[in-house]
């Protein structure tokens, strides 16, 4: 039996396309499809998190413009620690066959913009998860499978490690300046030997911002079953500066933030209060969303198909900055700088504007600059005060394993 096993498994590594260095972000392909969002709806704050044996639950929500469904499908792609697909087959980390149809969906209600919103709830008994790791979720049409429309990032634990710490400024580099710096303690089982300082990784991400993730290969030092990490210049951090945000709930009045809306061709468009750089300024505390976004129409019973979809228009009042580009990031734009979120100058208004269309709700959002030589700044600073999330997921991978395991994960809060 072992043997026709090993059989079939070799047949599918000959017969499964090859995958590595393939795209891997979070991301939609196509323009028909708007507002991805994955997330868990008993807990706004979390990560994108399934813990093997709970009751935990993500949904994947996204929207495609127009009046008619497609029938779509998805399936799950398992990725490594770096987010590039492992060497695993299908049938080594889920329990069937792994391709499903969309079947939850409904059209949009009482909206000028005419959508169809979806719906996919993980985990599933229809294809139940296998193995720990990171995952990636794909929807193509099932008459081009090989053409991915969207895809969505989320992660499984095992949740056999315990995690704890915390991060504060007074840092290696200097105390109560721009930076933040974290300590953390990982509690394993090491009763089957192996070696620490080959076996395990720590993963540190900051407001589940994925290009912000570090990973440190080895810990500081071993006690036990306690594997230590500190004073390690890759748990520095900059700061940053707390979110803006502006909420766009209702079409009959104007939300924070908003300046004025109306009606205008064919949807509602809504200009925010013009911003201004905030880097020289004193830090001023905000209880934001830690980038993310939240649809929501006041008025509507089910807001994932009664919000409208409207057309922001953001402002951000500098001098012209000449090679630099300007882009306004956050969950929305599953934070990727593209033409659709590149702002442009205006030298009649001596700022720069983007008119970005978004589904009514609550959003965070940044200014970010690119510079000539490639490299990225945040316009708004670093203040040492503040309230960021860094999630931390511990990895473990034995020799002669062929993908990593994630083995824990914990939330760390100020």
Known sequence: MSRIYSLLLMLMLI????LWGMDTSERIFSPRFKTLKVWNPDNFDAAPVLRMGSDDRLEILFDEIGEDNSWL???????NADWQPSALVDLEYVDGFNARRIEDFAFSSSTYVHYVNYRIELPTPELPILRSGNYLLQVYDPDDPEDTLLQCRFRVTQNE??????????????YNDTWQQLWLKATVD????????????????????????RILPVPMRVS???????HDPQLIFPAGNEYRRFESVSNQFPGMNVDSLRYMGSNYHVWLRPDEPRAYDDYVYDQTQHGRFLVREWNATDSNIGADYI???FRLHTGKMPGAEIYVVGEMTQGAMTDANRMEYSRQTNSYELQLPLKQGAYNYR???????????????????TQNQYDVYLWERRPGDRADRLIGHQLILP
Not at 15 to 18: E, H, I, K, M
Not at 373 to 381: E, N, Y
Request: aromatic residues 12%; hydrophobic residues 25%; glycine residues 10%.
């Open 15 to 18: 017969c499964v396309p090859c």
């Open 73 to 79: 499908e998805w399936r799950l792609v398992h990725c």
């Open 161 to 174: 490690a315990a995690i704890s710490g915390g991060y504060n400024a007074r840092t290696d580099r200097g």
């Open 190 to 213: 090491r009763s089957d030997g192996g070696n620490p300082y080959q076996d395990y990784k720590l993963e540190i991400t900051r407001n589940n911002e994925y290009d912000s993730s």
């Open 224 to 230: 036990g079953n306690e594997l230590i990490y500190d």
């Open 311 to 313: 057309t922001v228009h």
């Open 367 to 385: 200014y970010v600059m690119k510079l000539p030589d490639g490299t990225f700044r945040q316009l708004d600073g670093d203040k040492w005060q």
